[in-house]
């Protein structure tokens, strides 16, 4: 496998369910992102973490929960979703700069496109 | 408030000829813009770069031009080609933070 890997790449769930998103990244970097993309609107960033810290956390509802367990690993954990939770969600790497920094370029996953019934 | 705006959503342009994609933003602190791609069904991939210290970057058909007065930058690819048909996204970040994306335009080259 090379660079982000993301699965499911479809999920369709109910309003009770409890799902995990997984992703993988194969290109030694040590910062990891989830966004979501809804229709016709900008990638809304979610959550940040950088050396295996969550370093940002856009106001998230706490139906979604991320975890990082390692620096190549990122999982996205669902529950009672709602049906404006609908959305295609990506996931990017990036490396982390020696200032502790964001490096500029992401590499984004293919992503997975989530249905909340 | 979006801090970086892509004001057309979509651009159809015919084979051969120049597409032009906009983008502004309003952060002044911002020193690095980045263009993606995206067709359907797979993640943004990196295009083209360009930093706050210059004024145009060019890779092959794809150059992107950054006006810092007007908060304005541009990305033009020529010539067009059926495969460049994609939504673009403009993105913009100030040193050692975040991506901050616009919105996306759809480009339909036409053959």
New interface residues.
């Given amino acids: 496998e090379t660079g ?1 890997t ?1 699965t499911p ?1 479809h999920l369709v769930m109910g309003m009770t369910n409890k799902k995990s998103l997984k992703c993988e990244q194969h290109l030694g970097h040590n910062a990891m ?1 989830w966004y979501k993309q809804s229709a ?4 809304e ?1 979610m959550f ?1 973490y950088s050396l295996e810290e969550r370093v ?1 956390n856009n106001s998230v509802p706490s139906r979604f929960s991320p975890e990082c367990p390692n620096s190549s690993h990122l999982f996205l954990h669902l529950h009672t979703l709602q049906p404006e939770d609908s959305a295609l969600y ?3 790497s990036s490396q982390v ?1 020696a ?4 490096g ?8 997975t496109r989530l249905t909340v019934l | 408030d ?1 801090q ?1 705006k892509q004001n057309s ?1 979509s651009l159809s342009v015919q084979e051969g000829r120049i597409s032009i994609l906009n983008c502004d933003y309003t952060n002044s602190m911002f020193d ?1 813009f ?1 263009w ?1 791609k995206k067709y359907p ?6 295009l083209i ?1 360009i930093s706050s210290i210059k004024d145009k970057n060019e890779d092959g058909r794809f150059t992107v031009f950054l006006n810092k007065s007007a908060k304005h930058l541009s990305l033009h690819i020529v010539p067009s080609q059926p495969g460049d048909s994609a939504v673009y ?1 403009c993105a913009a ?1 100030e ?10 335009t759809i480009l339909r080259v036409k053959s």
């Fill in positions: 982000v993301q790449r992102y016709k609107k900008p990638l960033l940040v940002e990506l996931c990017a700069l200032s502790g920094g964001l500029n370029e992401q590499f984004f996953g293919p992503g | 979006q970086v959503p690095y980045l993606y069904a797979e993640g943004p991939t990196f770069s996204f970040r040193y050692g933070n975040k991506l901050v994306f616009g919105a996306g």
